[in-house]
């Protein structure tokens, strides 16, 4: 079994900076594709950034020049600074990562929680 557990949520004034973290532990044998996505009140959940395992990077319009995704791939997390912070950004964001468990030949699509992320005075 794999857990992703994000961390680093929390209320935090327009133009400011907030750094999230997902861990994936369990029976990993590797992992792929890590990525964040985030979904407001009444909206569909969105793409926000992704990354390679060999650290190529892909961002929405909305983030680019804002937000960096990047990753340790040594501790099997991947991170999202947020930096310039809009109260558009309020939102659960969560940590998706497509991992290949120990003793299969394919990777799985695995979510987070989930943590909320509130931009406001």
């Known amino acids: 079994q794999v857990q992703l557990v994000e961390s680093g949520g929390g209320l935090v004034q327009p133009g400011g900076s907030l750094r999230l973290s997902c861990t994936a532990s369990g029976c990993i044998f590797s992992i792929n594709a890590m990525g964040w996505y985030r979904q407001a009140p009444g909206k569909q959940r969105e793409l926000v950034a992704t990354i390679t395992s060999g650290g190529s990077t892909n961002y929405a319009d909305s983030v680019k020049g804002r937000f960096t995704i990047s990753r340790d791939n040594t501790k099997n997390t991947v991170y999202l600074q947020m930096n310039s912070t809009q109260p558009e950004d309020t939102a659960v964001y969560y940590c998706?990562?497509?991992?290949?468990?120990?003793?299969?030949?394919?990777?799985?699509?695995?979510w987070g929680q989930g943590t909320q992320v509130n931009v406001s005075s």
């Open positions: 998706n990562a497509h991992i290949q468990y120990n003793n299969t030949n394919s990777y799985s699509e695995n």
